[in-house]
Every structure is written in structure tokens, then in C-alpha cells.
């Protein structure tokens, strides 16, 4: 167990549908990063929040959005979904926002749009 | 803006067989690099990673990777691996200041043979 909780672990869900994901960084740690898993693409970065406040964007869609809450969690919502979004989504956490900070990942939630 | 290039795809090799996987980096300023593992349903962990000082490091099972800034590369390597090693492996960069998140290579999926 590597302290950082993603639920649910499986989603299956029709194209056009909203879904969000969870996140529960490991105990301590203020940032919050979310990637995106697939086969074609690896993993691309999404989305970082530090301390409830989003700190960097990468290949984020504005379908896409997320926010990090007063306890920490984040949460990543998904909406008008399309076949194309069926991928791996990763939630990962450090302590800080610093450059030397390795990040803790947690197992993922497997989302499959169908 | 950092990129990362793991030139296999697919590594397979033989139980006991020495192994090197190989990851290069482009960045027009100093990065820290980073190697992860994923085993079979699960998320990214910490294999190792370089900050700064000695250009070769180690992790705790016996996994191997050394800096070379000339040639901008960050290969990984085992003298002898196990079918435990059997795993995706992901090489990472990110810029050694500033807020930057990490940027993942496609990963090389390593497979020992018995």
C-alpha cells in the first residue's frame, strides 16, 4: 500500500456520461498530481494541485477538471465522455511542490467508456 | 520543455541474463531523472532516481543507472535479473528548479524468461 488512495478502482460508463474520480494523497503530503494513462499515449500529465491551489496544467482537456479540497483529497471530473477518454488514471502525491520530491503513485482507477 | 525517449518498447531476456534499458532525455536546462516500475495492476513506484553528485545510482534491488550528460542519457541495468522483474519500467525527467511535473517516457516492458 503506497498511502495514496484512488476509488474506484474500476468505472465502466457511457460515451456522453460525467464521472469523477478521487484522490487521497499519503499522509503529509500537500501535492496532488494526476496523469493519464493509455497505450497509445503513456502517461501524460494533467493536472497538480499544491495545498487546494492548482499549480501546473498539462494536456488537460476542458472536459476535464479537477480541484483539491481543505482535507487534501482531489478530486478529477470527466465529463461528455467520449470512447477516447478509456484509459488509466493515476493520482500522485509528494510533499511539496518542489523539484526533488519523488511522488507516490497511487494503483489507479480504470475508467472504460463504452 | 523536457522529452524523454525509451528506445524499447519490449525487452525480453533470459532468467539470470544481465539487462540494460535504455532511456535518453532532451532539455535545454539541468534535470533530475528518475526510473519507475509497474508491476501487473498496480502504480508507479520509485525505482531510483538522480539529483545531483555521484553519476551512478543504485536501488535496492540491484537495479543500476547512470547520468551521462554528454550523451543525455539514464540507462538502466541489472547484472542478473529475476522473473520478479518482470514489469513495465518508466524513465522520467524534470527540470531541476522551478515547478515542473514529471514527464514519462512510453515505457519498456521488461520480460524475464524461465
Known amino acids: 500500500d503506497s498511502g495514496v488512495t484512488q476509488t474506484p478502482k474500476h468505472l465502466i460508463t457511457a460515451t456522453g456520461q460525467r464521472v469523477t474520480l478521487r484522490c487521497s494523497p499519503r499522509?503529509?503530503?500537500?501535492?496532488v498530481y494526476w496523469y493519464q494513462q493509455s497505450l497509445d499515449q503513456g502517461l501524460q500529465f494533467l493536472i497538480q494541485y499544491y495545498n487546494g491551489e492548482e499549480r501546473a496544467k498539462g494536456n488537460i482537456l476542458e472536459r476535464f477538471s479537477a480541484q483539491q479540497f481543505p482535507d487534501l483529497h482531489s478530486e478529477l471530473n470527466l465529463s461528455s465522455l467520449e470512447l477516447g477518454d478509456s484509459a488509466l488514471y493515476f493520482c500522485?502525491?509528494?510533499?511539496?511542490?518542489?523539484?526533488?520530491?519523488?511522488?507516490?503513485f497511487g494503483s489507479g482507477t480504470r475508467l472504460t467508456v463504452v | 520543455a523536457q522529452s524523454v525517449t525509451q528506445l524499447d518498447s519490449q525487452v525480453p531476456v533470459f532468467e539470470e541474463a544481465p539487462v540494460e534499458l535504455r532511456c535518453n532525455y532532451s532539455?535545454?536546462?539541468?534535470?533530475?531523472l528518475f526510473w519507475y516500475v509497474q508491476y501487473p495492476n498496480q502504480g508507479l513506484q520509485l525505482l531510483l532516481k538522480y539529483l545531483s553528485g555521484s553519476t551512478l545510482v543504485e536501488s535496492i534491488n540491484g537495479f543500476e543507472a547512470e547520468f551521462n550528460k554528454s550523451q543525455t542519457s539514464f540507462h538502466l541495468r541489472k547484472p542478473s535479473v529475476h522473473i520478479s522483474d518482470t514489469a513495465e519500467y518508466f524513465c522520467a525527467v524534470r527540470r531541476n528548479s522551478g515547478n515542473t511535473p514529471l514527464v514519462f517516457g512510453k515505457g519498456t516492458r521488461l520480460s524475464v524468461i524461465a
Open positions: 500522485a502525491s509528494s510533499v511539496a511542490s518542489g523539484t526533488s520530491y519523488g511522488y507516490t
Open positions: 499522509s503529509g503530503d500537500l501535492s
Open positions: 532539455s535545454s536546462v539541468s534535470v533530475y
